[in-house]
């Protein structure tokens, strides 16, 4: 029976996940693809890792470039992440007439029209699914299942390591720094977590998503991003006082002729269906104007999450090789040259409500020559609370608002204003609002 071919390069944590799945499932995925997945070539420069892979010693190697050269593979998959030497192996592959699969966020987001277009020049299929929202199938979703539809708005929470920080921090009421350590130790956080709850892990992804449903190519460098880690039990308090629960957001919103995008820690009303959202999990939000609105929920890592959006993958090249169908579905679900009009927004022109936490002295007048500032900036203030009194001078009380609508440019210049008064001590901390009002 004539087999797929594939090649991989990487077995790391999402390789050996791949490996147990394509071990483990292989008559199922036999059965579906109608031949069976053959791995000839696999690649680690971690020899250890090499030898544990249970793989015949004759097709490992720790040259990621013979497995691209190598003619029998048919399909590469690049489960190595970073930008170099990925973009180069992937390329290579290209212009080898291979099929490539990868989860590799960092290099799609960054290098997206230069991936993309090579794709579809060279006339192969680049499967990405487990690059967004690890194991649920969004992408593909996006591509062929809202096919028909308009996207008007995505948002999600795309990042498991903040959401199980937050969710943590919620219902024990602990320090942001001392439920990180014990992420760390339970394995949901990396060593240097700084790109997860720094908000630059969410941004690629969201970069992605942004090209996929609006056709608008966006680096993530373009996107403002605010990570969690200057949250606070407080902010977790208040938020649920006013009736909302507070999640690290991916946001992307059609506004007329412009893309309007970013990545910000927003409070998210009670009843809207991310509110239930806890731990690590991962869920994306879709408004389109035909089916309305749509959930899809899942786990956003792991080695068997994600290996299973990389086998899909897999399973969908091979389809398209046995079928002689390849290209058939863009690979950006765009057809190459049809780029979209639209331009994209940055933050300075979206348009939301917010959250304020200022730490002031508890002295007469300090309110009103905030209220002032915000006041001159054309942002009206819906609701404010002081908590406690000032026991200690020097120390501060914390007064915590929420705003009407307003631009963020305008937020931020009045919250720069309000730090520089004598009576405000560090700086302020803004979160960004789903209004209670919006319809799910």
């Not at 609105?293 to 090249?317: E, H, K, M, N």
Request: charged fraction near 20%.
């Amino acid at each position: 029976m004539r087999s797929v071919k594939i090649g991989i390069i990487g077995l790391g944590t999402l390789g050996s996940g791949t490996l147990q799945i394509l071990r483990g499932n292989g008559d199922i995925l036999e059965d579906r693809l109608g031949a069976p997945i053959e791995i000839v070539r696999a690649a680690d420069l971690d020899e250890q890792r090499l030898q544990s892979a249970g793989l015949d010693k004759s097709i490992l190697t720790t040259s990621a470039e013979e497995v691209v050269r190598d003619p029998e593979v048919e399909i590469v998959v690049e489960l190595i992440g970073g930008i170099e030497p990925a973009r180069s192996l992937i390329l290579e592959a290209f212009g080898q007439g291979k099929h490539v699969v990868t989860a590799n966020k960092a290099l799609l987001a960054t290098h997206w029209s230069e991936i993309v277009g090579e794709a579809e020049e060279k006339g192969v299929t680049l499967g990405f699914e487990g690059s967004v929202a690890g194991g649920i199938p969004l992408v593909r979703t996006i591509k062929v299942g809202l096919v028909a539809n308009r996207i008007r708005s995505v948002t999600g929470i795309i990042n498991g390591t903040c959401n199980y920080i937050l969710t943590r921090m919620h219902r024990e009421r602990k320090q942001f720094y001392e439920i990180l350590e014990e992420a760390k130790n339970k394995g949901y956080a990396e060593a240097d977590p700084s790109m997860d709850v720094e908000g630059v892990d969410a941004a690629q992804k969201l970069a992605i998503m942004v090209n996929l449903c609006f056709n608008v190519p966006v680096s993530p460098n373009d996107l403002p991003h605010l990570g969690i880690s200057r949250i606070t039990p407080m902010d977790l308090e208040m938020a649920e006082e006013f009736g909302y629960c507070v999640k690290l957001l991916a946001s992307a919103d059609r506004v007329d002729d412009r893309v309007e995008a970013w990545v910000h820690p927003t409070l998210v009303p009670y009843g809207h269906p991310l509110s239930a959202v806890d731990g690590v999990f991962n869920a994306v939000y879709i408004q389109d104007d035909n089916l309305g609105p749509s959930l899809y929920y899942g786990r956003g890592a792991g080695s068997l999450p994600t290996g299973s959006a990389v086998v899909a993958d897999i399973v969908s090249c091979g389809r398209d090789i046995l079928s002689g169908a390849v290209g058939r579905v863009p690979v950006a679900g765009y057809r190459l040259g049809n780029q979209s009009d639209s331009t994209l927004t940055f933050a300075g022109d979206t348009v939301g409500e917010f959250y304020m936490r200022i730490n002031a002295h508890d002295r007469p007048g300090v309110l009103s020559s905030i209220s002032g500032i915000l006041g001159l900036h054309g942002i009206s203030i819906s609701s404010v609370i002081q908590r406690g009194r000032e026991d200690v001078e020097g120390e501060g009380v914390p007064l915590f608002m929420l705003t009407h609508e307003a631009a963020y440019s305008s937020i931020m210049t009045a919250i720069e204003e309000i730090d520089a008064l004598d009576a405000v001590l560090n700086d302020s901390f803004l979160m960004r609002m789903i209004s209670s009002g919006v319809v799910v």
